[in-house]
């Protein structure tokens, strides 16, 4: 079998504009903003004396940005049915704990949490 031959103005791992810099750049100014506060965070000095000052705020906003922000909901303390967590479990294919935490948001009631997962959610 013959091997495809590319056209010979195409350079392997060429790129449309020849760099893949400029084409992976955040599009908004907030994720602009995110993703140079996380890139101090992977800068790395060769010591660790001269660590570099990382602004707590831009983290935690580009932690929230991604979707990764610090701190969970708080669970509310509610005694919820483990019928009802067995049938959240089996429709909605979740596991135990995360049917037990979705009953708890929603003061134990199965209808308003089955509402809740499908319910999709514009950020």
Do not use: C, I, Y
């Not at 906003?61 to 483990?82: I, P």
């Not at 135990?96 to 950020?123: C, I, S, Y």
């Amino acid at each position: 079998m013959a091997e495809d031959r590319q056209p010979s103005n195409v350079t392997e791992g060429a790129t449309a504009t020849g760099d893949v810099e400029e084409e992976m750049q955040p599009k908004s100014a907030e994720d602009r903003k995110a993703a140079a506060a996380l890139s101090k965070l992977d800068a790395r000095g060769d010591d660790e004396s001269a660590a570099p000052a990382v602004d707590k705020e831009l983290v935690k906003n580009a932690m929230d940005a991604l979707g990764g922000g610090g701190a969970k909901a708080e669970v509310k303390k509610v005694k919820v049915d483990a019928a009802d967590v067995n049938l959240l479990v089996d429709q909605l294919e979740l596991s135990k704990p995360k049917a037990t935490e979705l009953l708890k948001a929603h003061d134990g009631n199965a209808v308003a949490a089955m509402r809740a997962w499908l319910q999709p959610t514009f950020a």
